[in-house]
């Protein structure tokens, strides 16, 4: 920060020019202060300072664009410069207080996308090499390592082997499989790298799933991970060098279908913003594995017995796959399946409260009082559900849960979709030779 030069300033301030569309502009004069945002802010919620109201943020980014590209502004009588200040604010503004999570947009009177303008923020920041290092240092993993967790090839491939066995094991069939690098497989199966590195079991029910429904399916030993930071850090460039990898493991497998793991910003990344990243429609279909076991349940390919989940369950709804991603229902309709005592939280779907841990901010180390500050909101509304079980279709969401869990005293359990329908998964012995 305070290696900063007019020349990063000038960087900055035309990066977050070139990221304002004419409908951006309107929404950075459209704020009518009403402040019915504020209450929409998990932020605002558990800490309800100035400096936690979206309008508030936003005013911060209004005076810098009133400044350079009105005529008054240009003409000394309105808005505030790009400065050294300013850089700071913003800084703490948009990566500091916000997970980008977008309900402040969805409740505001007129309509602001609040996001996408601060996102432009993020974009300007990064350019001038402000970008928090350690979420800059997850996006480099990605770069360098093709994955964010650095995970080499060879522990990779290793992972599965093993898993594959447990896999053979749990189900008692010798011919359970967990493909890799099956040329022409419908299906090409993408995984948060906090599975196989933290998480196995979660992936290792992905792929009983899978199992049970008899699906033509393949991992990658390349071009696996389906996160990306790049949506975080607002760098479109990286981001789009990282949706590239998904992209050319599709073309080498010759795979009809990208389905992305239970992961949020994933799914909007691959499903959504790839695309514009790349600057073209892909020639195959992406989709969330919660819509593909959905349709198991539906056509019959999967059975399940509720009652082997008897506990008191509840679902949390990602951000960027409910608000942002458009997926609501599918985890929904799976659970009512799955489980026996199924309740919501209140608010839920697209109204539902961020975990607090979006917007990269479980990779920022700088905020984390914050971020577990504002997860109070999600422990209240955990609590007054009475459920046993949190189930969280994203592994972002599944470690901010965690800590909120420890945190908050909750005493619940943290589960993925598969996870819940893997344990509730019904199936008969294999016959015959493998």
């Not at 389906?226 to 460039?237: I, Q, S, W």
């Not at 790839?274 to 429609?281: A, D, I, R, V």
Request: glycine share 8%; aromatic share 8%; with cysteine.
């Amino acid at each position: 920060m305070h290696a900063l030069v007019s020349i990063d300033l000038q960087k900055g301030l035309e990066v977050f020019r070139s990221r304002l569309q004419e409908a951006d502009a309107a929404y950075l004069n459209a704020c009518v202060h009403c402040g019915l945002c504020a209450d929409s802010c998990h932020y605002y919620r558990m800490e309800p300072t100035l400096e936690n109201v979206p309008a508030r943020k936003l005013d911060l980014i209004a005076q810098v664009f009133r400044r350079n590209f009105t005529t008054l502004g240009k003409l000394g009588l309105q808005g505030r410069e790009l400065d050294y200040e300013m850089a700071k604010a913003w800084l703490d503004a948009v990566y500091g207080r916000c997970s980008l999570c977008g309900r402040c947009s969805l409740n505001c009177t007129v309509g602001i996308a609040l996001p996408r303008v601060f996102r432009a923020a993020r974009a300007a920041l990064t350019a001038m090499g402000l970008v928090p290092e350690d979420l800059q240092a997850t996006v480099d993993n990605s770069l360098r390592h093709g994955n964010n967790m650095a995970i080499t090839r060879e522990e990779w491939l290793e992972t599965v082997d093993w898993l594959q066995d447990e896999l053979r094991t749990e189900t008692g069939d010798p011919a359970a499989a967990m493909p890799m690098d099956k040329k022409g497989a419908k299906i090409l199966f993408t995984v948060n790298p906090r599975e196989p590195k933290f998480f196995p079991l979660s992936l290792q029910a992905s792929a009983k799933v899978f199992w049970a429904a008899k699906e033509d399916w393949t991992l990658a030993s390349d071009g696996w991970d389906l996160t990306n930071y790049g949506l975080f850090n607002c760098n479109d460039k990286e981001a789009g060098t990282i949706t590239q990898a998904l992209v050319d493991a599709m073309e080498r497998l010759g795979c009809e279908t990208l389905v992305i793991g239970e992961c949020g910003h994933g799914f909007a990344s691959a499903r959504w913003e790839g695309p514009e990243w790349l600057g073209h429609t892909f020639p195959f279909k992406v989709r969330s594995f919660l819509e593909l076991m959905d349709e198991y349940l539906e056509e019959g390919r999967i059975q399940v017995d509720p009652s082997r989940h008897a506990a008191p369950v509840t679902l949390h709804d990602p951000c960027n796959l409910v608000r942002h991603g458009g997926v609501t229902e599918p985890q929904r309709r799976i659970l009512r399946r799955t489980v026996a005592d199924f309740g919501e939280m209140a608010p839920h779907g697209a109204e539902n409260f961020c975990c607090g841990g979006g917007g990269g901010q479980l990779a920022m180390g700088a905020y984390k009082e914050r971020r577990m500050r504002s997860g109070g909101v999600k422990a209240e509304q955990i609590r007054a559900t009475g459920a046993k079980v949190v189930v969280a279709p994203c592994h972002n969401c599944v470690d901010q849960l965690s800590e909120i869990n420890k945190h908050y005293k909750l005493k619940v359990q943290i589960k993925t979709v598969a996870e819940m329908v893997a344990d509730a998964l019904v199936t008969e012995p294999p016959t015959g030779e493998p």
